[in-house]
Nanobody, 130 residues
């Protein structure tokens, strides 16, 4: 069974930073677009940032300039570096994967997940509060 395992969430003050990690199987990193989605209680999941192994990336307008997505092939891990955090960033952050055959980074991040995804992680909670 394929699992995406997120970690790195926590409680941070406004203006602070966190780095989220998503460990994925090797074949997923090679053949899938990987994305981070945020989901606040009672709301649909929103695409935050997505990455393809060809180097293409996408960021939502709300995080552009503050968040950076990257991947480490040696560790089979996708990271989301979150800087200048705001209270409105508070949410559960899920890692997701969808085959490159079916999507691009822009298309994947426009989806509302998880039903549209190939794989969907359990999520890690990020709380930004003073």
């Amino acid at each position: 069974q394929v699992q995406l395992v997120e970690s790195g969430g926590g409680l941070v003050q406004p203006g602070g930073s966190l780095r989220l990690s998503c460990v994925v199987p090797g074949f997923v990193l090679e053949d899938y677009v990987i994305g981070w989605f945020s989901q606040a209680p009672g709301k649909e999941a929103d695409g935050v940032s997505c990455i393809n192994s060809d180097g293409s990336t996408y960021y939502s307008d709300s995080v552009k300039g503050r968040f950076t997505i990257s991947e480490d092939n040696a560790r089979n891990t996708v990271y989301l570096q979150m800087n200048s955090l705001k209270p409105e960033d508070t949410a559960t952050y899920h890692c997701a994967a969808l085959s490159k055959i079916f999507t691009t980074v822009q298309e994947m991040c426009a989806m509302r997940g998880p039903n549209a995804m190939g794989y969907w992680g359990q999520g890690t909670q990020v709380t930004v509060s003073s």
